[in-house]
């Protein structure tokens, strides 16, 4: 008699090919790129504070999947989430700070974060596909700059550090 193998056997075979030649899953790689906020001229005797925007934009390459991304910034090179950021000329400081919203009134602090899905629309984010494969999520950062700060003429600038979490 020959050996002959049986129902179950040939399953667990087959089965077991399958497992063998699935397509692994790929995580998502993703890049942030944002755009530069400009308060333009300070006028320390101004009544109105100077307010403007940018743009943070998050593209993830996860194969055309949607992906979850966390946004968070670092308190800039001279300020402190404690009082504020600050742009910085040598020894001089104009402080200004980040907002979440249009009115200005969650401040980008520490531990603060928002959230947007890659490829698709939620309140704050917009999410597109420019490239064909990548998805993005473009997240509007708002800023103000308080009026009434005595501070020497010349340009300021600050370096605040984007953190992305997927």
Excluded: K
């Excluded at 300070?42 to 055309?64: E, L």
């Excluded at 997240?139 to 953190?163: C, E, K, L, W």
């Amino acid at each position: 008699m020959t050996p002959r193998a049986t129902p179950l056997l040939f399953a667990l075979l087959v089965l077991a090919a399958l497992f063998g030649f699935a397509p692994r899953a790929h995580a998502a790689s993703c890049s942030v790129a944002a755009t530069a906020m400009a308060f333009g001229t300070y006028d320390p005797i101004s009544a109105t504070p100077r307010d403007s925007s940018a743009d943070v934009s998050v593209d993830c390459n996860g194969n055309g999947n949607q992906t979850s991304v966390g946004i968070t910034f670092d308190a800039g090179t001279y300020g402190s989430f404690a009082t504020s950021r600050a742009m910085g000329q040598g020894a001089n400081r104009l402080y200004y700070n980040l907002y979440v919203d249009a009115s200005r009134t969650t401040v980008f602090g520490s531990g603060v974060s928002v959230s947007c899905t890659t490829g698709v629309d939620s309140p704050g984010c917009t999410g597109s596909n420019p490239s064909g494969g990548a998805l993005r999520a473009t997240r509007t950062i708002f800023g103000r700059m308080p009026t009434g700060q005595d501070v020497a003429s010349g340009p300021y600038s600050d370096v605040v550090r984007i953190t992305i979490t997927f």
